[in-house]
C-alpha cells in the first residue's frame, strides 16, 4: 500500500531526513541507522515549514519543556496546567497532529515503513525519490536511543547549557544611533 502511494506521488520534493538517508542502506541490505526511528520521530505533512525550521521549533518546545522539568515525548502529559506549559503543549500537539495527513498521503507515520517503501521503488523513481515527498517532514518526538537508552534529555540539557549567557559577559544590547 506505502509503495503505491509513493509511486502516486512521484513528482515531490524529498525531505533528505532519516527515512530517506536510511533508505540507501536499507537497499544494500543493511540495518539502519536508527532502528527506533519509530519512537524518535513521525512523519508529518507540513508543506509551510521547511525541515530546518521545525527542527529549530521542536528543539525550543523542548527545551522549554526541560527547564519546566515536563516529559520531553510527544506521549507525555503535563504535571502542570499552567499557562506556560499549556502553550508549549498545544504546540506540540498541533505539530503532532498533522500525522495524520502525512499517513493519508503516504499510508504511514512511520519513518521505517517509508525508508522500506522507498528501497522497494524502481531504480528510476528511487533516482527521483528527491521529488517524492514535499511537504513531508520529520518530527522529532522527544526520544532519541543510544541502544536502550533513552539520551534526548541529556542532549536538549546541553543545548539548555549552551543557551545560558556566560557568567560575567555582560549582555550585549543594540547601538542605537541618535536621535533614535
Given amino acids: 500500500m506505502i509503495i503505491e502511494r509513493v509511486n502516486r506521488y512521484l513528482g515531490w520534493q524529498a525531505v533528505g531526513a532519516l527515512a530517506l538517508r536510511q533508505a540507501p542502506l536499507m537497499r ?12 524518535e520521530a513521525a512523519l508529518v505533512w507540513l508543506p509551510e515549514m521547511s525541515q530546518p525550521a521545525l527542527n529549530v521549533t ?56 517509508l525508508a522500506g517503501a522507498l528501497c522497494r521503488l524502481s531504480p528510476g523513481a528511487y533516482a527521483n525519490r528527491a521529488k ?16 536502550n537508552k533513552d539520551v534526548y534529555p541529556e542532549i536538549v540539557d546541553s543545548w539548555r547549557d549552551i543557551a545560558k549567557p556566560h557568567p560575567g559577559l555582560a549582555p550585549v544590547s543594540p547601538v542605537l544611533p541618535p536621535g533614535a
Avoid at 79 to 84: A, R
Avoid at 87 to 100: C, D, F, G, I, T
Fill in 28 to 39: 544494500r541490505g543493511r540495518k539502519p541507522p536508527r532502528p527506533r526511528i519509530d519512537e
Fill in 58 to 113: 521542536m528543539r525550543e518546545i523542548h527545551r522549554q519543556l526541560r527547564a519546566l522539568g515536563e516529559d520531553l515525548h510527544d506521549g507525555g502529559r503535563l504535571s502542570l496546567e499552567t499557562q506556560e506549559r499549556l502553550r508549549l503543549y498545544y504546540a506540540r500537539s498541533a505539530l503532532s497532529a498533522r500525522a495524520v495527513a502525512a499517513a493519508s498521503r503516504l499510508g504511514t507515520e512511520k519513518p521505517s515503513e
Fill in 132 to 147: 517524492l515527498l514535499d511537504g513531508v517532514r520529520l518530527l522529532p518526538l522527544g526520544r532519541f536511543y543510544a541502544g
